[in-house]
């Protein structure tokens, strides 16, 4: 399973509801059987618990605070999900925010995932090049492969 982390811009409220409209699920949790959403808070002091605080830096720095919630996006293994994750943060996104993903030390902005944009030749939650830089298969099933 892949993951993205999605600091949308204003309240967690208002992403929320987004995404009851959006996708199946209530109460901090939303799957379509394709990708699961976890709306984390900062109820306990914990958020960034077991976070590099120099990644802890760098989304400061791109958002200009400290967020006190996130989304946790997961992409199911048995697909590849790039285009489903695209459309749900073109949504979630819209106005204003980053996203981190699991391949690069990089705050992403809604138009570098929509202009494609690399940074160190990596694009966003580029995990086809990343385990090729590592020697990796990227983990498909053989019917996505052909």
């Not at 949308?8 to 699961?36: C, F, N, V």
């Not at 006190?68 to 285009?83: K, R």
Request: net charge negative; hydrophobic share 35%.
């Amino acid at each position: 399973m892949r993951s993205v982390y999605v600091f949308p811009a204003g309240e967690s409220t208002t992403t929320a509801a987004r995404l009851d409209r959006l996708t199946p699920g209530k109460s901090g949790y939303w799957t379509d059987g394709k990708l699961s959403i976890d709306l984390e808070d900062e109820q306990d002091g914990h958020l960034f618990a077991g976070w590099n605080p120099e990644d802890v830096g760098l989304l400061d720095s791109a958002l200009d605070h400290r967020p006190t919630w996130y989304l946790l996006v997961s992409v199911s293994s048995h697909i590849d999900g790039t285009a489903e994750m695209r459309n749900l943060l073109s949504h979630i996104l819209e106005s204003g925010g980053v996203a981190i993903d699991d391949y690069s030390d990089h705050c992403w902005t809604l138009e570098e995932i929509d202009t494609e944009c690399k940074i160190d030749d990596l694009g966003f939650a580029d995990f086809r090049t990343h385990a090729a830089r590592h020697g990796h298969r990227p983990g498909l099933s053989l019917a996505q492969l052909q």
